[in-house]
């Protein structure tokens, strides 16, 4: 008797795993089936579909009977250029991307721009009738339809920032004063120089050259081309001095005893900062420069402290007032000494005495 309960314990509790083994597979299956819908339902996804879809048209033929490709007249840059073979070359490259453009917080339309590199190629408009749908709770989504699908076959223009001693081409053909922007702000930069070009359809082929005639890389980032260097421009009081890899660097004076230091090299360059204290800091880009920096006017005669060491009178300049000039004719009055002084420490403490 008890091994026939025995044997009959082990049967159901055989047959109780069973069941809870068919039911987590079940469940598995379950949650991956609504983790396809759900990716599915996505709009980016019905999106890829679209540009999908355009591909296969470029490739089967079909797509002229839907979308004609507009006329287009090509500029110096794109001189000789198949216009309409390149552009359906791009929409059947492998690196096109869906990039969202606009999407209404209310879930009702979503659009989304069809990319190659920085050139659009296609517009697609997503509707839905607002009402999400919800699955184990954690899963909210909406039932995206197609609105419309736009190619998109429109001129670009862009901006080219280098520095002064760069060339750029384009497509093979050098930039010149006829794409050259200039300023009229007399405070410019003027180790930049900017270019401007207008009428592009592809993809542009940009070449920058070194002073030294090297190619460098470059980034087109909303428009914009600028080399890949490292780039810094410091601002300081002109009581400090740069170096760059060893090298002094004078900068530019901008005014009210400030000068701007524009550094640009294609490796990461050393950038020292000192002050007339013996202090000295190495500059790795950003504004995190520790500085106590204070212009202070007094008598001639008073000394002055900056951090418990004495200010050097070379970093004085002498004032002129021209109602004390007349009265020293009278009387002896010293002069009026203006120091700017700089020190590579955060709120350095300042003394002031007179020497006497």
């Given at each position: 008797?008890k ?7 082990k049967?159901?509790?055989?047959v ?9 597979i079940a ?40 979308f ?47 990319m ?5 190629l ?15 709770i ?6 995206w ?10 001129m ?106 524009s ?14 204290f ?8 950003g504004?995190?420069?520790?500085l106590?920096f204070?212009?202070?006017t ?9 951090d ?44 002031i005495?007179n020497?006497?």
């Amino acid at each position: 008797m008890k091994q026939k309960r025995k044997s009959n314990f082990k049967f159901a509790y055989v047959v109780y795993l069973c069941v809870l083994a068919v039911l987590a597979i079940a469940s598995i299956v379950y949650v991956k089936v609504l983790l396809t819908q759900y990716e599915k339902a996505q709009p980016e996804y019905i999106a890829k579909q679209q540009m999908n879809e355009l591909s296969a048209m470029v490739k089967d033929g079909t797509i002229e009977r839907y979308f004609p490709f507009p006329n287009v007249e090509t500029g110096k840059f794109e001189s000789g250029k198949n216009i309409k073979e390149k552009y359906y070359d791009m929409l059947c490259s492998d690196n096109l991307e869906c990039v969202l453009d606009h999407k209404e917080i209310d879930g009702t339309h979503a659009t989304y721009k069809i990319m190659s590199g920085e050139v659009e190629l296609a517009d697609v408009a997503l509707k839905s009738d607002g009402v999400p749908k919800q699955k184990l709770i954690i899963f909210v989504y909406y039932d995206w339809d197609v609105e419309s699908i736009t190619p998109v076959v429109k001129m670009q223009s862009y901006d080219v920032e280098i520095p002064s001693d760069f060339t750029v081409s384009l497509n093979g053909i050098a930039l010149g004063d006829d794409e050259r922007v200039k300023s009229d702000d007399p405070n410019a930069d003027d180790s930049l120089k900017k270019y401007r070009v207008e009428g592009l359809y592809l993809q542009p082929e940009f070449r920058i050259l070194t002073s030294d005639g090297k190619p460098t890389e470059y980034n087109i980032i909303k428009n914009k081309v600028t080399p890949v260097l490292f780039d810094y421009t410091l601002t300081i009081p002109d009581s400090l001095s740069v170096t760059v890899n060893g090298v002094s660097n004078p900068g530019t004076p901008v005014g009210s005893g400030m000068i701007r230091h524009s550094i640009r090299e294609l490796e990461e360059p050393e950038v020292m900062i000192y002050d007339s204290f013996g202090n000295s800091e190495k500059y790795e880009g950003g504004n995190k420069l520790p500085l106590t920096f204070k212009r202070i006017t007094v008598p001639e005669g008073y000394r002055i402290t900056f951090d418990g060491m004495d200010v050097p009178n070379s970093l004085a300049v002498k004032t002129e007032v021209a109602e004390l000039d007349e009265v020293r004719k009278y009387s002896s009055i010293p002069e009026t000494m203006e120091y700017s002084v700089s020190i590579l420490k955060d709120n350095a403490p300042i003394s002031i005495r007179n020497a006497s």
